[in-house]
Protein backbone atom coordinates (compact mmCIF):
# COMPACT_ATOMS: atom_id res chain seq x y z
CA UNK A 1 0.00 0.00 0.00
CA UNK A 2 1.67 3.40 -0.70
CA UNK A 3 0.26 5.18 2.21
CA UNK A 4 -3.00 5.24 4.75
CA UNK A 5 -5.96 5.87 3.89
CA UNK A 6 -5.65 5.20 -0.08
CA UNK A 7 -9.31 5.15 -0.59
CA UNK A 8 -9.29 8.90 -0.09
CA UNK A 9 -8.30 10.02 -3.71
CA UNK A 10 -6.18 12.33 -2.64
CA UNK A 11 -4.15 10.31 -0.50
CA UNK A 12 -2.49 8.66 -3.81
CA UNK A 13 0.65 9.75 -4.54
CA UNK A 14 1.40 11.09 -0.91
CA UNK A 15 4.98 9.58 -1.53
CA UNK A 16 5.97 11.61 -4.60
CA UNK A 17 4.50 14.97 -2.53
CA UNK A 18 6.27 14.49 1.19
CA UNK A 19 7.27 17.40 2.04
CA UNK A 20 7.56 19.28 -1.21
CA UNK A 21 4.88 18.17 -3.76
CA UNK A 22 5.35 19.28 -7.71
CA UNK A 23 2.71 19.83 -10.32
CA UNK A 24 3.77 16.87 -12.11
CA UNK A 25 3.04 14.66 -9.29
CA UNK A 26 -0.28 16.51 -8.55
CA UNK A 27 -0.79 15.95 -12.15
CA UNK A 28 -0.29 12.11 -11.89
CA UNK A 29 -2.49 12.07 -9.23
CA UNK A 30 -5.46 13.94 -10.88
CA UNK A 31 -4.89 11.55 -13.83
CA UNK A 32 -4.53 8.10 -12.01
CA UNK A 33 -7.64 9.40 -9.20
CA UNK A 34 -9.88 9.58 -12.49
CA UNK A 35 -9.04 6.43 -13.85
CA UNK A 36 -10.14 4.92 -10.52
CA UNK A 37 -13.33 7.11 -10.35
CA UNK A 38 -14.18 5.21 -13.69
CA UNK A 39 -13.21 1.94 -13.64
CA UNK A 40 -12.96 0.85 -9.56
CA UNK A 41 -16.95 0.17 -9.05
CA UNK A 42 -16.37 -2.51 -12.36
CA UNK A 43 -13.22 -3.78 -11.24
CA UNK A 44 -14.98 -4.66 -8.11
CA UNK A 45 -18.00 -6.41 -9.54
CA UNK A 46 -15.41 -8.20 -11.57
CA UNK A 47 -13.26 -9.63 -8.44
CA UNK A 48 -16.81 -10.06 -6.62
CA UNK A 49 -18.28 -12.24 -9.44
CA UNK A 50 -14.74 -14.33 -9.47
CA UNK A 51 -14.14 -14.66 -5.82
CA UNK A 52 -17.78 -14.82 -4.46
CA UNK A 53 -17.23 -12.32 -1.16
CA UNK A 54 -17.70 -8.52 -0.90
CA UNK A 55 -14.36 -8.16 1.16
CA UNK A 56 -12.35 -10.42 -0.26
CA UNK A 57 -13.01 -8.69 -3.61
CA UNK A 58 -12.36 -5.11 -2.19
CA UNK A 59 -9.08 -6.43 -0.74
CA UNK A 60 -8.21 -7.62 -4.29
CA UNK A 61 -9.49 -4.76 -5.98
CA UNK A 62 -6.84 -2.39 -3.33
CA UNK A 63 -4.39 -4.52 -4.30
CA UNK A 64 -4.79 -4.05 -7.99
CA UNK A 65 -4.86 -0.11 -7.74
CA UNK A 66 -1.94 -0.03 -5.72
CA UNK A 67 -0.19 -2.27 -8.09
CA UNK A 68 -1.31 0.37 -11.11
CA UNK A 69 0.04 3.53 -8.98
CA UNK A 70 3.14 1.58 -9.00
CA UNK A 71 3.29 1.24 -13.19
CA UNK A 72 1.47 4.39 -13.83
CA UNK A 73 4.25 5.49 -16.12
CA UNK A 74 3.42 2.27 -18.24
CA UNK A 75 -0.22 3.00 -18.35
CA UNK A 76 -1.12 5.38 -21.11
CA UNK A 77 -4.63 6.04 -21.27
CA UNK A 78 -8.15 4.68 -20.26
CA UNK A 79 -7.83 0.92 -22.25
CA UNK A 80 -4.63 0.37 -21.10
CA UNK A 81 -5.15 0.99 -17.18
CA UNK A 82 -8.53 -1.42 -17.24
CA UNK A 83 -6.81 -4.09 -18.97
CA UNK A 84 -3.78 -4.08 -16.70
CA UNK A 85 -5.46 -3.67 -13.54
CA UNK A 86 -8.20 -6.62 -14.79
CA UNK A 87 -5.15 -8.73 -15.64
CA UNK A 88 -3.76 -8.22 -12.09
CA UNK A 89 -7.44 -9.49 -10.35
CA UNK A 90 -7.23 -12.09 -12.83
CA UNK A 91 -4.11 -13.67 -12.05
CA UNK A 92 -4.66 -12.33 -8.19
CA UNK A 93 -8.24 -13.82 -8.05
CA UNK A 94 -7.20 -17.55 -9.56
CA UNK A 95 -4.09 -17.87 -7.36
CA UNK A 96 -6.31 -17.10 -4.03
CA UNK A 97 -8.78 -19.39 -4.94
CA UNK A 98 -6.46 -22.03 -5.36
CA UNK A 99 -5.12 -21.16 -1.37
CA UNK A 100 -8.64 -21.20 -0.58
CA UNK A 101 -9.39 -24.69 -2.01
CA UNK A 102 -5.83 -26.27 -0.80
CA UNK A 103 -6.66 -24.90 2.63
CA UNK A 104 -10.01 -26.49 2.53
CA UNK A 105 -8.90 -29.71 1.61
CA UNK A 106 -6.49 -29.32 4.81
CA UNK A 107 -9.34 -28.51 7.27
CA UNK A 108 -13.27 -30.49 7.40
CA UNK A 109 -13.50 -29.98 3.61
CA UNK A 110 -10.74 -32.34 3.06
CA UNK A 111 -13.40 -35.33 3.73
CA UNK A 112 -15.78 -33.83 1.84
CA UNK A 113 -13.40 -33.32 -1.47
CA UNK A 114 -12.95 -37.28 -0.84
CA UNK A 115 -16.06 -38.25 -0.89
CA UNK A 116 -16.35 -36.31 -4.72
CA UNK A 117 -12.73 -37.68 -5.48
CA UNK A 118 -14.44 -41.40 -5.22
CA UNK A 119 -15.77 -40.77 -8.42
CA UNK A 120 -13.17 -41.63 -11.10
CA UNK A 121 -14.90 -39.42 -13.39
CA UNK A 122 -14.25 -36.34 -11.03
CA UNK A 123 -10.65 -36.37 -11.53
CA UNK A 124 -11.59 -34.65 -15.42
CA UNK A 125 -12.84 -31.91 -13.81
CA UNK A 126 -10.95 -31.17 -11.26
CA UNK A 127 -9.26 -27.49 -12.18
CA UNK A 128 -13.07 -26.68 -12.12
CA UNK A 129 -13.65 -26.91 -8.57
CA UNK A 130 -10.77 -24.35 -7.88
CA UNK A 131 -13.95 -21.79 -8.21
CA UNK A 132 -16.18 -23.58 -5.69
CA UNK A 133 -15.83 -21.83 -2.10
CA UNK A 134 -16.57 -24.11 1.36
CA UNK A 135 -19.77 -21.99 1.40
CA UNK A 136 -21.44 -23.35 -1.92
CA UNK A 137 -20.42 -26.74 -0.67
CA UNK A 138 -22.24 -26.27 2.57
CA UNK A 139 -25.07 -24.91 1.04
CA UNK A 140 -25.28 -27.78 -1.82
CA UNK A 141 -24.68 -30.95 0.95
CA UNK A 142 -27.51 -29.45 3.06
CA UNK A 143 -30.02 -29.77 0.40
CA UNK A 144 -29.76 -32.94 0.31
CA UNK A 145 -32.07 -35.73 1.26
CA UNK A 146 -31.63 -36.38 5.16
CA UNK A 147 -30.26 -39.96 4.45
CA UNK A 148 -28.24 -39.03 1.47
CA UNK A 149 -26.40 -36.00 3.43
CA UNK A 150 -26.12 -39.00 6.20
CA UNK A 151 -24.15 -41.12 4.71
CA UNK A 152 -21.84 -38.46 2.67
CA UNK A 153 -21.08 -36.81 6.03
CA UNK A 154 -19.97 -40.67 7.30
CA UNK A 155 -18.10 -40.99 4.31
CA UNK A 156 -16.25 -37.80 4.60
CA UNK A 157 -15.31 -38.81 8.11
CA UNK A 158 -13.42 -42.28 6.25
CA UNK A 159 -15.89 -44.48 6.74
CA UNK A 160 -16.23 -47.61 4.42
CA UNK A 161 -19.26 -48.74 2.74
CA UNK A 162 -19.54 -51.65 5.51
CA UNK A 163 -19.53 -49.09 7.96
CA UNK A 164 -21.99 -47.30 6.88
CA UNK A 165 -24.38 -49.16 5.72
CA UNK A 166 -24.40 -51.23 9.05
CA UNK A 167 -24.91 -47.65 10.63
CA UNK A 168 -27.73 -46.85 8.76
CA UNK A 169 -29.13 -50.49 8.11
CA UNK A 170 -28.56 -50.70 4.22
CA UNK A 171 -26.58 -52.75 2.01
CA UNK A 172 -23.30 -51.68 0.71
CA UNK A 173 -24.68 -51.67 -2.68
CA UNK A 174 -27.50 -49.05 -1.30
CA UNK A 175 -24.74 -46.85 0.36
CA UNK A 176 -22.33 -47.01 -3.45
CA UNK A 177 -26.12 -45.93 -4.94
CA UNK A 178 -26.45 -43.11 -2.47
CA UNK A 179 -23.21 -41.61 -2.60
CA UNK A 180 -23.31 -41.88 -6.30
CA UNK A 181 -26.40 -40.12 -6.22
CA UNK A 182 -24.94 -37.43 -3.86
CA UNK A 183 -22.24 -37.42 -6.12
CA UNK A 184 -24.16 -36.40 -8.92
CA UNK A 185 -27.00 -34.00 -7.55
CA UNK A 186 -23.35 -31.76 -5.81
CA UNK A 187 -22.12 -31.66 -9.44
CA UNK A 188 -25.25 -30.75 -10.82
CA UNK A 189 -25.12 -27.92 -8.46
CA UNK A 190 -22.09 -26.45 -7.77
CA UNK A 191 -20.87 -27.09 -11.58
CA UNK A 192 -22.73 -24.21 -12.94
CA UNK A 193 -21.47 -21.88 -10.14
CA UNK A 194 -17.85 -22.84 -10.98
CA UNK A 195 -18.31 -22.47 -14.70
CA UNK A 196 -19.80 -18.88 -14.26
CA UNK A 197 -16.83 -17.82 -12.19
CA UNK A 198 -14.22 -19.51 -14.59
CA UNK A 199 -15.85 -17.40 -17.70
CA UNK A 200 -15.87 -14.16 -15.79
CA UNK A 201 -12.22 -14.35 -15.30
CA UNK A 202 -10.90 -12.44 -17.88
CA UNK A 203 -13.93 -10.92 -19.32
CA UNK A 204 -15.28 -7.64 -17.58
CA UNK A 205 -17.37 -4.97 -18.62
Not at 5 to 13: E, F, N, P, T
Not at 93 to 119: C, F, M, P, Y
Not at 121 to 150: C, H, M, N, S, Y
Amino acid sequence: MLCPGWKVLSSWACTERGSGGTSMADNEMQTFAALVIQFRSGLLKHAQRILGNAADAEDLVQHALDEAWKERLHLQGAEAFRAWTGRVINTRAISLLRHHRAEQRKAVNAGWVTVLADDPEETEGGELWTFIQEKDLREAVDRLPPQQREVFHLRAQGRSYVSIGAQVGRSTGTVGWWLHQVREQLRERLQPIAEERRLSVGTWH
